[in-house]
């Protein structure tokens, strides 16, 4: 895959010194037929990119990590402090509609290079926790190809409290899903 580099980021990548910022996007998804609530931050200052306000709440991205399956994780921190209302409405909507499985993009960028091409995108995934505390909230997601996304997220054992097992290999058809039913192994 090739892309074009604008003229302001190869003058940030020349500089002696680059100005590296986070653009981070939550998507909180209310019940039908309400419209999804988008959680948009920044994390070097309020910023303008693409059309959008992206406020500057005091976002910290941090342990960005691949594992050798290409999985990535990660945390973005929302901290409080004086007139920031950022931490009380993420903690709201994580309350109102849970984190796991919230689509969450991050793209990175350099202060200096703001054009509609320029920010990278570097996490298109998920939710997995989120950690609320009294100075921060915590966000941890994951990439999309996570264990998160997939199904059953509940085993069914006897352990489990469950009584009828149906037998290995039986099929059941769901919401226009196929599930073939087997044994852990």
């Known amino acids: 895959m090739s892309r074009s580099i604008s003229s302001p980021t190869l003058a940030a990548i020349a500089a002696q010194m680059t100005q590296p910022g986070y653009l981070i996007e939550i998507q909180f998804p209310p019940?039908?037929?309400?419209?999804?609530?988008?959680f948009r931050m920044s994390s070097r200052g309020d910023t303008n990119w693409?059309?959008?306000?992206?406020?500057?709440?005091?976002?910290?991205?941090r342990n960005l990590s691949w594992d050798g399956s290409g999985e990535m994780r990660g945390t973005v921190t929302v901290n409080t402090g004086g007139t920031n209302t950022a931490a009380d409405t993420a903690t709201s909507l994580a309350l109102n509609y849970g984190f796991a499985d919230i689509p969450i993009k991050i793209w990175i960028y350099d202060k200096a290079a703001l054009a509609t091409g320029d920010p990278v995108l570097v996490l298109d995934g998920r939710?997995?926790?989120c950690q609320i505390g009294a100075d921060k909230v915590v966000f941890n997601f994951t990439s999309k190809g996570a264990r998160v996304q997939f199904s059953p997220r509940q085993y069914i054992t006897k352990?489990?409290?469950?009584?009828?097992?149906?037998?290995?290999?039986?099929?059941?058809?769901?919401?226009?899903?196929?599930?073939?039913l087997r044994r852990a192994r």
Do not use: M
């Not at 019940?31 to 988008?38: G, H, I, V």
């Not at 693409?50 to 976002?59: F, Q």
């Open 127 to 129: 939710g997995d926790t």
């Open 159 to 180: 352990e489990a409290g469950f009584t009828f097992l149906p037998p290995d290999g039986k099929t059941i058809y769901w919401g226009g899903q196929r599930y073939v």
């Open 50 to 61: 693409n059309s959008l306000v992206w406020p500057g709440y005091g976002a910290e991205v």
């Open 31 to 38: 019940p039908p037929p309400a419209t999804p609530t988008w």
